[in-house]
Nanobody, 114 residues
Framework: VQLVESGGGLVQPGGSLRLSCAAS????????MSWYRQAARKGRELVAV????????NYVDSVKGRFTISRDNAKNTVYLQMNSLKPEDTAVYYC????????WGQGTQVTVSS
């Protein structure tokens, strides 16, 4: 089983990034997929979730209207489109698969700074 995140980096405030998480080794379409983030010296926070059917999503209040989670079951990939980024969005972002078992990716760093 593997979850491999990509797309992180350094971006200026107000900018955009698109994170990807490529999954393998399990039945991706049967799993709810989530993005979490962990800032320095803070706990891990649930950012967004997309349920296995792909139609239902939930977001933490701080990212509503700025972030969009989506999935492509044909590509076994979940995405997080992040717009209007703020310095407080700086964190390591992880994807997580939730289903019969739980799987985590290794994380990708997002830094929002001028």
């Amino acid at each position: 089983v593997q979850l491999v995140e990509s797309g992180g980096g350094l971006v200026q405030p107000g900018g955009s990034l698109r994170l990807s998480c490529a999954a393998s080794g399990f039945t991706f379409s049967s799993y709810d997929m989530s993005w979490y983030r962990q800032a320095a010296r803070k706990g891990r926070e649930l950012v967004a979730v997309i349920f296995s059917g792909g139609r239902s999503t939930n977001y933490v209040d701080s990212v509503k209207g700025r972030f969009t989670i989506s999935r492509d079951n044909a590509k076994n990939t979940v995405y997080l489109q992040m717009n209007s980024l703020k310095p407080e969005d700086t964190a390591v972002y992880y994807c997580k698969a939730n289903g019969q078992y739980f799987y985590w990716g290794q994380g990708t760093q997002v830094t929002v700074s001028s």
